[in-house]
Structures are given as structure tokens and as C-alpha cells.
């Protein structure tokens, strides 16, 4: 019932957050499903991932599931609920441009395989890679490349180029018909606004990072100065 | 003057999504040093960015810089402020754990290292990596990388191996004396709480894609639908 209420409402609106947390939600799942439970409270799945249990319930009334109270959610509906949300059962064809360091971890990496994402083929201007395959993966010039991107109808284009290639590449790749762009390089991208960009800029990350730690010395030399000696 | 106010508080409380957006600002901010340029507004910062105005006059506030009125920011103090804000000047530097095709793109990352990060060496346990380098950065195995985390005083570990393995190396890590883990592994860990966690989990990127472009094309199937034919 409440499996047939999320799945009709696709063009529900999440908040970000409700988005990037429901994978966490699906790996505590299938390890629940694993190990054969059948229902889970939201305190549980709050425990596990460090939330306010009622974080969990509205981001689970949010894709449509809503538990019993003092009994919990069906671990199975809820997964297959959730796995529906995020797309995970309707895999993801993807063309990747830029077979460097990170493109060609990005073209082998099972968790991403795992969460719906089938990288089909990568693009470079090498000529030294071009025709051979980076973990299984057909590398392709960029020619080529828009004619499979055409006839397969590819939408989605993961960007690992050098930031100097990366408005060129993306505007290549929308011209060929990608309306998606998964952003790897830290540039920002000026697209029509129909192409949904997604930036994964990982310096970002290591400024929270590094602000956090630099926050903590500080707090550690202060509580220092203060110690008796 | 500005800039000394930004960094005699280093205890200043920034927002999560103001940290994330400082490395963007240091990018624009190079961009226009090395194009000559003086002064800039924050229209024009905002522009580049996709951001409002306001968001930009209220990150830099935040980190104690407040620009004049119809003139603007002085844009080498600003990139000196938010440098320092960020840690790029103080080079962290870094162990790595997992040199798998992930780990091995991130010991290679020139981004990184412009960044101030300095990962001075990869754990691995495949007996056929230990020994060898991989983009110059030795691999040890945990007990020797152990010695090397104590006497360099290395704060900082990258997660990147298995899920199956994350907690158990993440544990051996702190042990070691590491506060900080930049976690790429799918895994929630449970630590100690004086360490810091950053979470970089690619899944959660590829769901906010996959939902947009689901929405979308939801949309688009919505308009046809109405369209006359």
C-alpha cells in the first residue's frame, strides 16, 4: 500500500539532504534484508547513521512511506521503495569524458556500478588511449563519441577532463544530446538550463575538513594554555 | 586591516555550505589576480558562480572580510583571508589508506595538492603494491605506516578501501594518533569523538543526478502529454 503510494508520486519534491541521505538509508536496508530482518524502527536507522530519529521519518514520509507507530517500517517495501526513488532499479547509461586518474577510478568503481550507474564508454583526446578499453570500457575520440552518445541515446555525462577542457567538453556533450552532467573538475559550468549539473568538487570537501581540524587545534591549544602546570 | 581581522579568529563560527564555497572563491579570486585585476565586486564573484550577491557578501563577512561600498574587495587580501581560512597555506599532510583505483587517483591529484594537501604515503595490505610507489607516494603496510603517522605526526588519513574494511582501518588510524578521516568509503564510521569526520560519499552525488533527471524527464513526459499533437 504505502509501496503504491510512493512510486506514483514521481514528481515529489525532496529537500537535497532527504536525497543524499536515502542512499545511506538503502545500504542499511539490504544489510537488514541480509541478515533477515523483516521491520525496522527509525530509531534504529537513526542509531546506525548518527540522525535525529525523526530526520528518518520525514525523509522516509517524504519518498512516501510512512511506519507503524511502535512497530516500525517493512524493511523490504521500504528498500524497494527507496531504491525506486533514486533510480537504482532503472540503471543509468553514462558516457565519462576524461580518462585520467580520477575518470578511470570512476570507470571501475563497483559501488557506483552498485547504485544504478552503467559507464558504457569514456572519452579522451590521448591518442595513446584512444581504441583501448580502461576497465573494460571502450575509450573513444570525441567524434565518435557523439555518435554513440546519439544512437544510444545516452543522457548522463560524468566530466573528469582538466579544468581548461571542461566548458568545451560539456558543451560538446550537450550538443550531442547529454542532459545531465555529473561535474568532477572544479569549474564552474555555464549550461542552458534545461542540463542539470551536479558538481562533485572534492576541494570542497577538504576545506570542511581542513577548517574543522584547524578549528579543534585551536580549541586544543587554548584548553592547554589554561591547564594548570 | 581586513585581513588582520580575519585571521586573529580563527574560533569563528562558519556555515557548512560557506566552507564549501570558499575554494570556489579562492579559484575566481586567482583567475583575477593573474589577469592583473585589483579590485572586484561581489556582482561579479556572484555572477561567475551562479550565486546571489548577498551570498557572496555574507560567506566573506564570515570570514571577517567586509568590502567598500560602490567599490569592492581588494582581491589579493581576499585570497590571502580565505586561504588562510581554508588551511592552503598550512600543507596538511595526509596518509592514505586503500591504493585501489580511487586512492590511486587522489595520491595522483594535482587539485589536491594545490590545495595544501601533501599525501606523503598509501596503506595498502596487497603485498604486490607494498614496496613499489604509485605516482611517488610510497605504500607501506599498516604497521610500518603506523610508525611513520607517529613520528611525522600525520593528523589526517583518506579513507579508501572496502567497505568490509573501513571501520577496522579507521580504527587503526586513530590509534596511530590520526583526528581527521576523509572518508570515501560507503561506510558510516563509529569513532571516537574528538576525530572529525568527512563524509565523501559518491552515491549521494549520483542520487540528487538521478532524481533530477528523473524529474525532469517526468516533466517533459507530463508536457508532451498535454501538447496538442
Not at 534484508?33 to 548518527?50: C, F, K, P
Not at 517500517?73 to 524497494?80: A, E, I, R, S, T
Request: charged residues 20%.
Amino acid at each position: 500500500m504505502t509501496l503504491i503510494q510512493a512510486t506514483d508520486k514521481p514528481e515529489a519534491v525532496f529537500s537535497l539532504s532527504t536525497v543524499r541521505r536515502l542512499p545511506c538509508y538503502v545500504r542499511i536496508l539490504k544489510e537488514l534484508t541480509e541478515s533477515g530482518r523483516e521491520i525496522v524502527s527509525s530509531e534504529t536507522i537513526a542509531n546506525r547513521l548518527n540522525l535525529l530519529p525523526i530526520v528518518v521519518r520525514k525523509d522516509l514520509a517524504s519518498v512516501g512511506i510512512v511506519g507503524k507507530p511502535r512497530i516500525g517500517y517493512n524493511v523490504v517495501y521500504l528498500l524497494d521503495a527507496i531504491e525506486q526513488r533514486i533510480g537504482i532499479h532503472n540503471t543509468s547509461t553514462a558516457i565519462l569524458a576524461g580518462a585520467g586518474n580520477l575518470g578511470s577510478a570512476l570507470l571501475g568503481s563497483v559501488s557506483l556500478r552498485e547504485n544504478g550507474l552503467d559507464i558504457v564508454a569514456a572519452i579522451d583526446c590521448n591518442a595513446g588511449k584512444i581504441g583501448t578499453r580502461i576497465h573494460g570500457k571502450p575509450v573513444y575520440e570525441l567524434t565518435e563519441a557523439t555518435e554513440l552518445i546519439k544512437t544510444v541515446n545516452i543522457r548522463l555525462g560524468i566530466l573528469c577532463v582538466p579544468y581548461q577542457a571542461a566548458q568545451q567538453m560539456a558543451d560538446s556533450l550537450v550538443e550531442a544530446g547529454i542532459r545531465g552532467i555529473w561535474n568532477f573538475t572544479t569549474r564552474e559550468l555555464s549550461l542552458p538550463s534545461h542540463v542539470i549539473v551536479q558538481n562533485e568538487d572534492l576541494t570542497a570537501g577538504l576545506a570542511l575538513l581542513s577548517v574543522a581540524l584547524m578549528r579543534e587545534e585551536h580549541c586544543l591549544r587554548n584548553t592547554e594554555q589554561v591547564k594548570p602546570t
